[in-house]
């Protein structure tokens, strides 16, 4: 059935220009719709285009008011949002584990390495200073540890000689863009 009342609702969760967002609401189909862009950063660029293409979008810093009023102001919008999954797309805050716990086995996050490699931040300087062969992407399921949920899938990406952590980031992210919305789709249809 390819019905609206079919469709898993997603939140999509950013921090900045939210490309891979751009990249689950041009998939977005059968599978899922998603109800609402959230951010951690009200002046993120990705929020713009949400607004644009239509999205009803959440903005709140936790900047003044704490993580715990932060989550606590965050899970309600998306509730409220008929939210029944959460895509963490470029999101750059570490949830809490009561967040997680609330959403268990409904998170999933994209993550620029091949994991369990390189859990965390740098993921392609630290690739290429290992003199790894290949680098890509995996997507998994948020639990408590970070970047340490099952991985739901990957895209792998050559290390080519002379690559800069910059050149290789823009292969590995055309990658994330094909990946995401394929397994997302994929884990909302289980």
Partial sequence: MTGTSTRAKVAVLISGRGSNMQALAAHAGAAYR???VASDKPEAPGLDWAVQAGLPT??????G???QAYESA???ALRAAGAEWIALAGYMRLLSDEF???WRGRIVNIHPSLLPKYKGLDTHARAIAAGDAEAGCSVHLVTEELDGGKV????????LP???PDALAAR???EEHRLYPAVLADMVRR
């Fill in 34 to 36: 998603i109800v609402v």
């Fill in 58 to 63: 959440f903005a709140l810093s936790p900047k």
């Fill in 65 to 67: 008011i704490g993580k």
């Fill in 74 to 76: 965050l899970d309600a």
């Fill in 100 to 102: 997680v716990a609330r």
């Fill in 152 to 159: 739901l899938g990957q895209a792998r990406v050559p290390i």
């Fill in 162 to 164: 002379g690559d800069t």
């Fill in 172 to 174: 590995v992210l055309a």
